[in-house]
T-cell receptor, first 114, second 113 residues
């Protein structure tokens, strides 16, 4: 596609519920990144894939967060047993290289945990 | 620890004036810097970038200055327009840590017509 597509755009989850957020990167982009953006803050790195390999997951805040990219294209970020502090916008970005230049961000998924 | 921060959280300017947004970074191993613009409900949009071997780079109406001595980065927007109203973030990439970016908190730019 022309850009990075994320779905759903908005998600309201009850505390304790599991959620799955989807990212469709730009076709042919090798690298895929997930960021978490709290209200009024800059995005914070969660995890990074190069093709299907998860090369860095140092930013995942707890073992309730899990990301996958099984075929090297679409990625899913899963959050188990959601908590109120998980409320944020989750941004996905893709790049044709493994480097920062050429990053394109999606519009994000706004997750609200009630 | 690693951090990228902004000096001014909000900036209000008159249409047609020049805007300057500042950013401080703390990691001397950072080798690449990017400025992003983020409008409400959208993801960050690339504005301009600069590598650590440069001290100035110009784009269309925008200029980025890098001062490695004091670890300071600035974004200058010439003839600011209402469409420039948004939150601006600086981000740094640390050498040899892959494509991970570290973002600052952001500055909200408001342009008065």
């Amino acid at each position: 596609g022309a850009g990075v597509s994320q779905s759903p755009r908005y998600k309201v989850a009850k505390r304790g519920q599991d959620v799955a957020l989807r990212c469709d990167p730009i076709s042919g982009h090798v690298s895929l990144f997930w960021y978490q953006q709290a209200l009024g803050q800059g995005p914070e790195f969660l995890t990074y894939f190069q093709n299907e390999a998860q090369l860095d997951k140092s930013g995942l805040p707890s073992d309730r967060f899990f990301a996958e990219r099984p075929e090297g294209s679409v990625s899913t970020l899963k959050i188990q047993r959601t908590q109120q502090e998980d409320s944020a916008v989750y941004l996905c970005a893709s790049s044709y290289t493994g480097f920062s230049y050429g990053y394109t961000f999606g519009s994000g998924t706004r997750l609200t945990v009630v | 620890g690693e951090s990228v921060g902004l000096h001014l959280p909000t900036l209000s300017v008159q249409e047609g004036d020049n805007s300057i947004i500042n950013c401080a970074y703390s990691n001397s191993a950072s080798d690449y810097f990017i400025w992003y613009k983020q409008e409400s409900g959208k993801g960050p949009q690339f504005i301009i970038d600069i590598r650590s071997n440069m001290d100035k780079r110009q784009g269309q109406r925008v200029t980025v200055l890098l001062n490695k001595t004091v670890k300071h980065l600035s974004l200058q927007i010439a003839a600011t327009q209402p469409g420039d109203s948004a939150v601006y973030f600086c981000a740094e990439n640390i050498y040899n840590q892959g494509g991970k970016l570290i973002f600052g908190q952001g500055t909200e730019l408001s342009v008065k017509p």
